[in-house]
């Protein structure tokens, strides 16, 4: 794999940690790992649950600050993060329901500017989040592995505030032309923000739950999307991945 953009030299252990935001994320993903599940099973507190002797799994929260502390407070034990969950399809993306993205790159979707004319980033005001330019990239060797086991490949945007009206949903589809943003999460941005910063080798998939828009028209199926999910976290659990 390459080497992370940012200061922090990669981490020598070659540990993986699956960070999930809520517990309902979390069960598929020890289904998946084939290991039993019991509410009991989970640590919280940004502490580690084990999955097996080179895998761990956080439940950080829900929402960018849980997910980058709960990254950060366990960074210098793992080489590589992976940020599973499900996610909302964005307008104009073509996805479906159950379908499974791996992210390009992650866009931090609402930290700026709003204006009369535009939306600015916190990077066209001189303020860029780390030393990259644009939405934060993800692992590329990482990535390529992911997209074997994905059905779409695009950038993913993570807001504060999720698209309820088809305004919000329309707004972040088009922020960003030259990299539009396929699906909205919480937290893969800051996940991917933290690890460019701290060394860590990341990646993300996300498994389609329901669209975004007006509450009134949009489409759910979370048990589709979480069985999915358990699906990935199996496949993700047989590369066996390392850093090498």
Known sequence: MHRPV???????????????????????????????????SLAHAWRASRLDDQTDLVVTGVGKANAAGGLANLAPDYAIAINLGIAGALPGSGLNL???????????????VRTPENFLTLESLGFPLGDFSGPTPVDSSLLERLTTIVSRVGPIASVSTCSGTDELASAVANRFPDAPPIAEDMESAALAQTAVRLGIHFGAVRVISNTTGDRSGQRWDIPRALARLSEVAAKIRAMRLAVK
């Open 6 to 40: 940012g200061n922090a030299d990669p981490k020598p252990a070659s540990r993986l940690l699956i960070c999930v935001a809520t517990d309902l994320e979390a069960k598929p993903v020890f289904a998946g790992w084939q290991v039993q599940f019991s509410p009991s």
């Open 98 to 112: 159950g379908d499974v993205v791996a992210a390009t790159a992650c866009w931090s979707a609402d930290e700026g």
